[in-house]
Nanobody, 127 residues
Framework: QVQLVESGGGLVQPGGSLRLSCTAS????????IGWFRQAPGKMREGVSC????????NYAGYAKGRFTMSRDIDKNAVYLQMNGLRPEDTGIYSC????????????????????WGPGTQITVSS
């Protein structure tokens, strides 16, 4: 059974940091393109960052560049999102998702055609 589970969310003050984890079971993450997404209250979901199959390069949304870092641990079958310099506007539910197709587009931090999603983890940035 394909499953993704995020962890690491919570409440943090502006300027603080959090590290999110996305752990996969039932499949190998390295065989998929992977993306992080977020959805702020009252807004549409948007891409944060993504990696293509077999490509270690990471693509970020403009607001994430220089603050967020996505990485993958093949041995642990997990992907991470290190978030620094958090702002109140970063508040939302953060989810990871994967796409099996090599043609899945990863651009502007958004992974198109994601097939499997985790339930998400809440990030709240507030003083």
């Amino acid at each position: 059974q394909v499953q993704l589970v995020e962890s690491g969310g919570g409440l943090v003050q502006p300027g603080g940091s959090l590290r999110l984890s996305c752990t996969a079971s039932g499949f190998r993450l390295n065989d998929y393109s992977i993306g992080w997404f977020r959805q702020a209250p009252g807004k549409m979901r948007e891409g944060v960052s993504c990696m293509k199959i077999g490509n270690p390069d990471t693509n970020y949304a403009g607001y994430a560049k220089g603050r967020f870092t996505m990485s993958r641990d093949i041995d642990k079958n997990a992907v991470y999102l290190q978030m620094n310099g958090l702002r109140p506007e970063d508040t939302g539910i953060y989810s990871c998702a994967v796409a099996a197709s090599p043609a899945a587009l990863c651009m502007g931090g958004n992974l198109a055609g994601a097939q499997y999603w985790g339930p998400g983890t809440q990030i709240t940035v507030s003083s």
